[in-house]
């Protein structure tokens, strides 16, 4: 009777360890592999009293060993953090592209002679630097007086400090 206790508490913990790694898992194309390798760990948990009835027993510790697991499960505990570094750098790069947009649209808008933006984020997609180029003017006091105007309008509207905003131009 101790026996199957100690095989259904097994059994429970490994489902509840692969279960919290399902949802861990954020790409629906992963999961597949994982649903696929739980199965199989699964598949032998519910196995192994009938293996080791039949004598098998050694064979499939040696097959199914703690160790193995443990390591398949930090292996893939690796892959799923480099994904989700490589996604987030994937969505910073293209919402630095749509910040970017966003500044160049709304500063024509306000009628100043903006060319080309650049904006860089950190992470959390907070806006760190912003780059302009404005078109080139004549008028060295025109320009000052833009490349003021244009500052305080992005200050304004992006709650961006001076030491974050490049004017060229």
Known sequence: MEAVLSWIKEFLIIYLILTILMHLVINDQYKKYL??????????????????????AGQLESLVSYEAFWEQLDSTRQDTQKMEFLQNDHYVKKYEKAVAQDILERAGRQGYPVIRVSADLTKDYEITDVSI?????????????????????????????????????
């Open 35 to 56: 649903r696929f390798f739980s199965g199989i760990i699964l598949l032998t948990a519910l196995v192994s009293p009938v293996m080791k009835l039949l004598g098998s």
């Open 133 to 169: 180029w404005l078109e080139v003017l004549k008028q060295a006091e025109q320009k000052d007086e833009i490349k003021q105007q244009v500052r305080e309008f992005l200050q304004k509207a992006y709650d961006l400090k001076p030491s974050q905003i490049h004017l060229y131009g």
